[in-house]
């Protein structure tokens, strides 16, 4: 017996006025009564129960799920779903909670892509489908979005061949996805000034804003050093150590990847922002821009609705905490600043992957590579030989 759908028609239901034979009427589907469903799949049966549904199509959707989970795995394998719980909980030891979160949702929107086709088993996953997913699948996503989600479902394809849950190389014969990054788009120095002076106007009273001042403080922090907002939370005065001109703040950055060893990134802060930090009103009594008992992510999130609601009422476009990381970075390059110290200072895994964001402010970059091959020239010149006057440089 196959998984069988029929209506439950309710004593006010027209198909009664039809006088179809019973089975006939059981299996009319021109109504909105309830679905119910009923049969027997490879290895199991299914009892008669509700499907919780009117809808024709998804009553159809629930009658191939239990169709898919029913067969049997010795010949079809496993399905999409067990192989994204597997692979999720093989890689958690290396990759952090964030992480972790984000490639559960990209491989859970490929598995819905999958089962609304029908596909619910991993070994019936196609090139040609994955290709069709590239275009269907990802609309609406920006291209880094989407070159994001294709690498991690290329990493979940090579792993499901690694351990055999499919036995065609499938990730070799992808086409690769070819992106674009957009350039990255600083403050202006007008919308930074908004920007500090609207933050001593927060009214909103949360924990994060309580001291305006301290706000402003964790703004001017990533303004001066291209912290990324989750490092600037979890600044620590009593690590900072003194330089010969200003204080450096040796830590790891927060984000990294698990499986490579951390390594030390150094921040500058100066000795004006220093004092102006140590006298703030300090939310816990390690750090200043960190409540005590919130976690990095809820105070990150809290910190962008607030900047949001300061750039509403300021008439600030994008007003997000990265904006202050780039705008950092775009003010060194167009100093003058080498661009791989900039990456240094960023913390970037690469110069490429600074030039790759940065490359449209990097005249300054220029600029320095110019003065300073002229200067060699003019050194050249000066320290060659004149010949006297009159007399040949050809002369034996």
């Not at 001593?200 to 001017?220: D, E």
């Not at 005590?292 to 509403?312: E, L, P, T």
Request: with cysteine; charged share 25%.
């Amino acid at each position: 017996m196959a998984i069988v759908l029929y209506r439950r028609h309710t004593a006010k239901c027209a198909v009664h006025k039809l006088k179809l034979p019973a089975k006939a009427k059981r299996r009319y589907m021109g109504c909105e009564c309830p679905i119910w469903v009923y049969g027997r799949t490879d290895n199991e049966l299914v009892p008669r129960q509700s499907t919780g549904t009117t809808d024709l199509k998804t009553a159809e959707a629930i009658k191939a799920s239990l169709i898919a989970e029913g067969k049997d795995k010795a010949v079809y394998g496993p399905t999409i779903s067990e192989c994204v719980e597997k692979y999720l909980a093989s890689r958690q030891h290396e990759r952090s909670e964030n992480t972790q979160a984000q490639d559960a949702t990209i491989l859970a929107r490929f598995r819905k892509y999958s089962e609304t086709r029908g596909v619910f088993h991993i070994q019936d996953v196609t090139v040609d489908m994955i290709e069709t997913y590239k275009v269907e699948g990802l609309v609406g996503l920006a291209d880094t979005t989407k070159a994001t989600s294709l690498k991690q479902l290329r990493c979940f394809l090579r792993h499901a061949y690694r351990r055999d849950w499919i036995t065609v190389p499938i990730v070799e014969k992808l086409a690769p996805f070819r992106v674009v990054y957009d350039q990255k788009d600083p403050f202006s120095d007008a919308d930074v000034e908004k920007l500090l002076a609207g933050a001593l106007k927060i009214t909103n009273g949360t924990v994060v804003s309580k001291s305006p001042a301290t706000f402003q403080l964790l703004m001017r922090l990533m303004l001066e050093t291209g912290m990324r907002i989750s490092d600037a939370i979890m600044f620590r005065p009593a690590a900072l150590e003194r330089g010969e001109m200003l204080w450096i703040y040796p830590h790891h950055q927060k984000k990294h990847k698990r499986t490579a060893q951390p390594k030390v990134v150094e921040s500058f802060i100066s000795d004006d922002l220093k004092q102006a930090i140590d006298e703030c009103c300090w939310l816990s009594r390690e750090f200043p821009f960190r409540p005590a008992g919130w976690g990095v992510r809820s105070v990150a999130v809290n910190v962008g609705k607030i900047m949001q609601a300061i750039g509403k009422s300021e008439g600030i476009h994008d007003c997000r905490p990265h904006r202050l990381r780039d705008t950092f970075a775009v003010r060194a390059l167009l100093n003058g600043m080498a661009l791989e110290d900039v990456s240094r200072l960023l913390g970037h895994s690469s110069v490429q992957m600074t030039e790759r964001y940065y490359a449209k402010w990097t005249l300054g970059r220029k600029r320095r590579l110019e003065r300073l091959v002229a200067e060699t020239l003019m050194s050249w010149v000066e320290t060659a030989e004149v010949p006297a006057a009159g007399v040949s440089s050809d002369a034996g």
